[in-house]
């Protein structure tokens, strides 16, 4: 048992500590959002679609290899360009997560708006896969303060969007006494992006980071997490992971991260459904609203 903000967590007898892959299959939507010219550029739209043609693949290939189930996070154009790799998830055992329509930008716009693009991705998903996703996460872990209604009232019983805590909890949608859904916390350090991305005058800095050191980060990441009866969740895109070395590494952390004493690998919705069945009363999260200083006098 674990105690966390004075609620008790316990996790399923003889499980020590939760942990979680997750690839959130972003291809080309996360490009053409921003700019829709963008898919006249040959390369960029190749270096995006890396992702389902050779990395899917390649990562399921893996995950077999390590019986290990994963959740993938696919937006609604992601899978309606490659329902084969979408439906070649499924049959390897994996869960399907909503992750936008055309993972769109979320900063600022209203529930009206935002409830159109969770609609249009869920048609998507539930052409492709033939039955509606239970999770969701945010494109760029970008959740408004309307967000979660928004999910509940779409049955949905998890996200994994939010970065204030490091175990998954109950959340009130609306406020006190509302409905609840499960929250299973993201971070950036978990994250490949920050490692791994580059394009020239689309995203990264230009360093690459070595896959050792991703994965030395992430496996204290995971014992800590351990230590602490705690949940490990990864974020990868399949555009960079999916990559050999990385891959590789990937690989490697998986096989360490399993074996370590009471480790309960599973996909999201599974850990989700065991919140459910858990945790005590719904965190009810409150917007803060700060008043400017007044400017100073002029004199
Ligand atoms: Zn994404």
């Not at 690839?23 to 960029?44: K, Q, T």
């Not at 696919?74 to 790799?85: H, R, S």
């Not at 967000?147 to 998954?168: K, N, Q, W």
């Not at 360490?256 to 858990?278: N, S, T």
Request: aromatic content about 10%.
């Amino acid at each position: 048992m674990t105690s966390h903000n004075g609620a008790a967590f316990r996790w399923p007898d003889g499980v020590r500590a939760a942990a979680s892959f997750t690839f959130d299959v972003d291809a080309e939507s996360c490009v053409l959002v921003h700019d829709p010219a963008a898919s006249g550029r040959m390369s960029l739209m190749g270096h995006q679609s890396y992702g389902p043609r050779v990395g899917v693949p390649r990562l399921l290939r893996l995950l077999e290899r390590q019986e290990v189930r994963a959740t993938f996070f696919v937006p609604g154009f992601t899978a309606e360009c490659y329902p084969d790799i979408v439906r070649a998830i499924i049959d390897g055992g994996h869960e399907i997560g909503h992750h936008g329509y055309l993972h769109e930008r979320m900063q600022g716009i209203d529930a009206v708006t935002e409830a159109g693009y969770l609609d249009r991705g869920l048609d998507a998903l539930e052409r492709v896969c033939g039955e509606r996703p239970e999770g969701y996460r945010a494109p760029w872990w970008e959740m408004n303060w309307h967000t979660p209604r928004l999910l509940a009232e779409r049955g949905f019983g998890y996200d994994s969007s939010l970065l204030d805590d490091d175990m998954p909890y109950r959340m009130a949608v609306v406020g006190p006494g509302s409905a609840s859904m499960i929250e299973i916390p993201v971070d950036w350090a978990l994250d490949d992006w920050e490692q791994y991305a580059f394009y020239p005058g689309w995203t990264g800095s230009g360093v690459i980071e070595s896959p050792e050191k991703a994965l030395e980060m992430w496996l204290l990441e995971a014992r800590a997490r351990h230590a602490e009866g705690g949940c490990f969740v990864l974020t990868n895109h399949p555009f960079l992971s999916g990559r050999p070395a990385k891959a590789h590494a990937l690989e490697r952390l998986i096989e360490q991260v399993k074996h370590l004493d009471g480790m309960w690998v599973a996909p999201l919705r599974e850990i989700a459904a065991h919140a459910e069945r858990v945790c005590g009363p719904a965190r009810v999260h409150e917007r803060l609203r700060a008043e400017a200083s007044p400017a100073p006098e002029s004199r």
